[in-house]
C-alpha cells in the first residue's frame, strides 16, 4: 500500500512559476515510477511528466522546456517545478506511483490567472 500526499499548488499570475511536491509512503519509494497528471474542467486527464526509478523523465509536448520532474529519494518525494506558466496549464495536478499497480494522490489545484 502507498500514499501519497501532494502540496504546493494555489493561485500564480500567467508567467509565474509553482513546485508542487508529492510524499509517498512506504519503504520501496526508490523502486517505484512517479508521475504527474493533470485534469482541467471539461478536458480529458493528461499524463504531464513521469520519472522512472533510474531518473529518466519523460514529458508531455505541452510542457516540454518549461516544467521539470525531480525526486528525492532520501525523502521519499517527487517534484514537479513549473515555470513560465499559462493559464491552460489551470487544473487538479495529482502524483502517481507505479508499482504492482497505479497509487494515486488526491491532487492540488493550481490556478493560473491575472
Known amino acids: 500500500q502507498v500514499q501519497l500526499v501532494e502540496s504546493g499548488g494555489g493561485l500564480v499570475q500567467p508567467g509565474g512559476s509553482l513546485r508542487l511536491s508529492c510524499a509517498a509512503s512506504g519503504s520501496g519509494f526508490s523502486m517505484y515510477a512517479m508521475g504527474w497528471y493533470r485534469q482541467a474542467p471539461g478536458k480529458q486527464r493528461e499524463l504531464v511528466a513521469v520519472?522512472?526509478?533510474?531518473?529518466?523523465?519523460n514529458y508531455a509536448d505541452s510542457v516540454k522546456d518549461r516544467f521539470t520532474i525531480s525526486r528525492d529519494n532520501a525523502k521519499n518525494t517527487v517534484y514537479l517545478q513549473m515555470n513560465s506558466l499559462k493559464p491552460e496549464d489551470t487544473a487538479v495536478y495529482s502524483c502517481?506511483?507505479?508499482?504492482?499497480?497505479?497509487?494515486w494522490g488526491q491532487g492540488t489545484q493550481v490556478t493560473v490567472s491575472s
Open positions: 502517481t506511483a507505479q508499482t504492482t499497480r497505479l497509487y
Open positions: 520519472i522512472t526509478s533510474s531518473g529518466s523523465t
